[in-house]
């Protein structure tokens, strides 16, 4: 037995599945999970000694890798002067501020996950329309909170839970399912619910569903809808935001959205989420207004000190994008040459990339659906027994950092190669 055999199994008898986050289970790929140990650039390695390139990198967090020596010496300094003070500190001025400029929104609010902050928007949404309901795609994650455990993906999705037990039918009833790259779909919901929609939330690219890019004019088709009907737009730039360019999906796409909302890569590896949007509505926010949210560890020092100094790196070196788009290309060029002949889709924006196992391009949900999900689990073994880290799930992306090596892109290429 493997001492990622021995730590799953003490794990199960302590934790629900013995994870802290389902699709880590690695349950729909039928292995055990490997714990793991340590990182250095775009390689991890387990408890048991074995070496991988990692494309999770974190899901996502990671854009310049494991260890970054400027991100580990600040978090490093940021120790020594103290943990948490639930009070203000300069540093968090200095984050708010880089946040603002790169991407553009006026006002921005620090919290603790993705999930909080896609909570916090809706209420904002929700507060300053005075409408109750929202919608959201099928296959789109926002964050576990109930209002958007309808037709959710990621675990959700690949647990068979897009609807989960423990949501109030009344909050499920304010949720809207459209179809992701269908603005009809959108348009019927906002025509029969009219003057009752606060808000449309949506992955610019989704990546819940494994990666799905909007078709060209969805999201300024989303943009056009909302401004007919007066509903807020809700960017969830938690995967896309920094990594498709400084300023996140709006800035590649070239829409603005009326609320944004960021998780995990905002703070470099630590726990942070932010949402923001324009003056107007962010000053709607407890102390100025009357939509109230809070919390002790929101804007910590030590993950302000990591996020803000992963930002300014990525301020400073825009040449990463470069860098990111190139090997992202190469990736995706070799898994299709890989896989030619086979049902299989690679599906691919930047950085981001997921290979279906379908004979239909992907282009939404009922596609994404259609994948062969036992080809998908001996794609996924197949990788990780040569070395290669990727998302145990169907419904995820594989992500890649500045760190990686045109190596790591052939290794994970030549893997492909020896799996079917
Ligand atoms: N569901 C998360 C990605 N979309 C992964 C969570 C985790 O296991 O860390």
Redesign the pocket.
């Known amino acids: 037995m493997t001492r990622s055999e021995a730590l799953f199994a003490q794990a199960q008898t302590v934790m629900p599945g013995g994870?802290n986050?389902?699709?880590?289970a690695c349950r729909s790929v039928g292995t055990y999970p490997r714990f793991l140990e340590k990182g250095k650039g775009s390689h991890v390695w387990d408890v048991d000694g074995n070496e991988y390139v990692d494309f999770i990198c974190?899901?996502g967090p990671l854009i310049l890798g494991h260890c970054q020596e400027d991100v580990e010496k600040a978090v490093a300094e940021s120790i020594g002067k103290g943990l948490s003070f639930g009070a203000p500190t300069a540093i968090e001025v200095e984050m708010a501020q880089l946040v603002c400029e790169m991407t553009g929104v006026e006002m921005v609010r620090m919290v603790n996950s993705g999930t909080e902050a896609v909570m916090s928007a809706l209420r904002l949404a929700r507060g300053a329309t005075g409408r109750s309901k929202i919608i959201k795609f099928a296959g789109c994650?926002h964050g576990h909170s109930d209002s958007m455990l309808v037709k959710a993906g990621?675990?959700a999705l690949t647990g068979g839970a897009p609807d989960s037990a423990g949501v109030p039918k009344e909050m499920a009833e304010d949720t809207l399912t459209a179809d992701y790259n269908d603005l009809p779909s959108v348009r019927a919901l906002l025509e029969a619910n009219r003057g009752q929609v606060a808000a449309v939330i949506v992955e610019p690219v989704a990546?819940?569903m494994g990666v799905v890019p909007p078709k060209p004019g969805f999201l300024q088709g989303l943009r056009q809808l909302c401004d007919e009907f007066g509903s807020l737009l809700i960017f969830d730039e938690v995967i896309t935001g920094f990594r498709l360019a400084p300023g996140g999906a709006q800035e590649y796409y070239g829409v603005r959205a009326d609320l944004v909302t960021y998780g995990k890569i905002i703070g470099g590896g630590m726990p942070v989420g932010a949402y923001g949007g324009s003056r107007k509505l962010m000053e709607l926010v407890a102390p100025l207004g009357p939509v109230y949210q809070a919390g002790t560890l929101s804007g910590n020092p030590v993950a302000m000190a990591a996020g803000l100094t992963q930002l300014k790196l990525l301020k400073a070196h825009p040449e990463v994008y470069e860098h990111l788009e190139r090997r992202g290309a190469l990736l995706q060029a070799g898994l299709e040459e890989a896989l030619k002949g086979m049902d299989a889709q690679v599906n691919r924006v930047g950085s981001i990339l997921t290979v279906f196992f379908t004979r239909e391009p992907v282009t939404g949900y009922a596609q994404a659906k259609s994948s062969d999900l036992e080809q998908f689990k001996r794609w996924y073994l197949g990788l990780l027994s040569q070395g290669i880290y990727a998302a145990p799930s169907q419904f995820?992306a594989m992500f890649l950092s500045d760190a990686h090596t045109d190596a790591d892109i052939q290794k994970a290429i030549t893997a492909a190669k020896n799996i079917f």
């Open positions: 994870v986050s389902p699709v880590r974190s899901w994650y990621s675990g990546a819940n995820e």
